[in-house]
């Protein structure tokens, strides 16, 4: 075996899952960001937890509303997704820049993408620093799944977003 660095390392776990955070925007729009450091971190209570690097617009949004819904977007929106990764809804409403069809989900004031296969809709409980990122762990409230949809990874670290094939 040889020594890797983290970037290497992440394209040996690919295909990595990719999530679409959904946050308010202070007018009440949404903001989207893709996001591969997130996981599963319990079942009773359902917990799931993201990290976003520290000067995220996601982050900040998400700690100040103390909601969140966290997706797994359809594969009609790979493009959309890089997109979404490469402007903050700091400066730019990312919907509207990328003519992305929003649905409204009910009991939240977030809406998400109409192709969405998952939707984890939770609150925040707590932040961690950890390292150049923020860890949010958040309650899952409510899960909302069309298991008919294709999902999307992270291929080639994240260099890539494409559904996974079995196999
Ligand atoms: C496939 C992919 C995965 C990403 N994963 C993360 C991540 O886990 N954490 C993070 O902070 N940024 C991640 N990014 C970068 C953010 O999406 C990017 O910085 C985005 O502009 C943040 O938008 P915001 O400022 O509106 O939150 C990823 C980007 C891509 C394309």
């Given at each position: 075996m040889k020594e890797l660095n983290i970037m290497e390392a992440t394209v040996c776990t690919s295909p990595n899952p990719?999530?679409?955070?959904c946050s308010?925007?202070?007018?009440?729009?949404?903001?989207?960001?893709?996001?591969?450091?997130?996981?599963?971190?319990?079942?009773?209570?359902?917990?799931?937890?993201?990290?976003?690097?520290?000067?995220?617009?996601?982050?900040?949004?998400?700690?100040?509303?103390?909601?969140?819904?966290?997706?797994?977007?359809?594969e009609s929106l790979a493009g959309a997704v890089v997109a979404c990764g490469t402007s903050t809804g700091a400066a730019v409403n990312k919907v509207a820049e990328h003519h992305i069809e929003m649905q409204a989900v009910e009991g939240s004031d977030i809406q998400i993408p109409a192709d969405t296969k998952l939707a984890m809709v939770a609150t925040l409980e707590q932040t961690l620093e950890t390292g150049d990122h923020i860890l949010h762990i958040c309650r899952v409230e409510k899960f909302l799944g069309d298991e008919s949809r294709k999902g999307l990874y992270a291929w080639n670290g994240f260099g890539k977003v494409a559904p996974a094939v079995e196999g």
């Open positions: 990719l999530t679409l955070i308010r925007n202070e007018d009440g729009s949404t903001n989207l960001a893709p996001i591969c450091f997130v996981s599963y971190l319990s079942f009773n209570p359902p917990m799931v937890g993201f990290a976003a690097g520290k000067q995220s617009h996601t982050g900040e949004r998400v700690r100040e509303t103390g909601s969140v819904i966290i997706t797994v977007p359809g």
